[in-house]
């Protein structure tokens, strides 16, 4: 999991720290702020890749981190309007802060919304370590649909740990379909089914 503090060290090393520090010390301060704070992230921090930091850019890391800065009370709240209301982008920098956030299980819904979409940048959001919360049958559906749409399952954080025999049969179910249609499973996929196969064994 991405720390805060490594996020906010790494935007230090953008052009645009004196708005990033007004905006969190207004998200601090003055919660109500966030909405508009979120939504001009994009245009005041920049879009670009964060410096040492991959996999984020600094919009996704300035609204990360206002979400962080919210008063225990306001964020659990908050993140649900964010997202239903934000753009594609915006949906994708909540997805990935949830892990950072004390708000248990509270953005559940957010994470199924996500897996229900054919966005394959939310999708992979989706299943950050946040994706501990979903139930076991609920991530191998995740799980498939990220073989099914092409997100590389290095986007799964917990899949080593939670691959089980269901999950392999519906692997083997999938790559009896493609062989079918005469076309390859992707290379992430087969390799987990074979794993999966031969622990059983």
């Known amino acids: 999991m991405t720390r805060p503090e490594r996020l906010r060290a790494a935007l230090r090393e953008t052009p645009r720290e004196e708005w990033v520090d007004a905006a969190l ?11 508009r704070s979120f939504t001009q992230a ?5 879009r670009t890749p964060l410096p040492g930091v991959p996999g984020w850019t600094a919009d996704e890391a300035a609204r990360a981190l206002l979400l962080a800065a919210l008063p225990a009370d306001r964020a ?3 993140i649900g309007d964010l997202y239903r209301y934000g753009d594609a982008d915006e949906k994708r920098a909540v997805l990935k802060a949830l892990p950072m956030l004390a708000v248990g299980a509270a953005g559940l819904p957010l994470l199924h919304d996500a897996i229900r979409t054919n966005d394959a940048r939310l999708l992979a959001a989706a299943l950050g370590s946040y994706a501990r919360h979903l139930d076991q049958a609920a ?3 995740a799980v ?7 997100v590389p399952l290095t986007a799964d954080d917990g899949l080593d740990e939670r ?8 692997l083997a179910a999938f790559a009896d379909e493609r062989a ?8 992430d996929a087969a390799a987990l089914l074979g794993r999966l196969t031969r622990e059983e064994s």
């Open 25 to 35: 010390a207004a998200a601090s301060e003055r919660p109500e702020t966030i909405g």
């Open 42 to 46: 994009g245009r005041h921090a920049g």
């Open 76 to 78: 659990e709240a908050e």
């Open 139 to 141: 991530w191998r559906q």
């Open 144 to 150: 498939l649909k990220c073989v099914f749409t092409g």
């Open 163 to 170: 691959a089980d025999r269901e999950l392999a049969a519906m």
């Open 180 to 187: 079918a249609a005469g076309r390859p499973m992707p290379a």
